[in-house]
C-alpha cells in the first residue's frame, strides 16, 4: 500500500557529487521522519541522515559538512546531496520513513509503520 522508490545512486569519482532521491507513494496519510542508511559490503547498515517533519536534521560525524538531506512535503520525497564523495561512501544507500497510510478495505482507518525501507541504491565511489 505504500512504496518507496529511491534514485540517483552511481558510479562517482572521489571528490564528486551525487544527488539521492526516494519517492513515497500509495495511500499516505501522513509522511514523518525520513532518512537514509548505508551498508557498506561486510559492515553493519548505519545512519547517514534524517530529517524531521519539521525539517529538523541530524548527520552521522562521516558525512558532516559534505552530505545536505532534505524533503518536499507535497511529494513525500527525500533528497540526499552527497558531495566531496570519499571512497569509503561506498555502500548501498537506503530509504527510511516513518509513515501513517490508509488500510485498503477500511476507508479512515490508518496504520503507522515506523521503519519502511526503500529497496536501495548503489553509491560507488572509485577513480
Known amino acids: 500500500q505504500v512504496q518507496l522508490v529511491e534514485s540517483g545512486g552511481g558510479l562517482v569519482q572521489p571528490g564528486g557529487s551525487l544527488r539521492l532521491s526516494c519517492a513515497a507513494s500509495?495511500?499516505?496519510?501522513?509522511?514523518?521522519?525520513m532518512g537514509w542508511y548505508r551498508q557498506a559490503p561486510g559492515k553493519q547498515r548505519e545512519l547517514v541522515a534524517t530529517?524531521?517533519?519539521?525539517?529538523?536534521?541530524t548527520y552521522a560525524d562521516s558525512v558532516k559538512g559534505r552530505f545536505t538531506i532534505s524533503r518536499d512535503n507535497a511529494k513525500n520525497t527525500v533528497y540526499l546531496q552527497m558531495n566531496s564523495l570519499k571512497p569509503e561512501d561506498t555502500a548501498v544507500y537506503y530509504c527510511?520513513?516513518?509513515?501513517?497510510?490508509?488500510?485498503?478495505?477500511?476507508?479512515?482507518?490508518?496504520?503507522?509503520?515506523?521503519?519502511?525501507w526503500g529497496q536501495g541504491t548503489q553509491v560507488t565511489v572509485s577513480s
Open positions: 527510511n520513513v516513518d509513515i501513517l497510510y490508509y488500510i485498503r478495505g477500511f476507508p479512515g482507518h490508518t496504520v503507522r509503520v515506523s521503519d519502511y
Open positions: 500509495g495511500s499516505i496519510a501522513r509522511v514523518n521522519a
Open positions: 530529517i524531521s517533519s519539521a525539517g529538523t536534521t
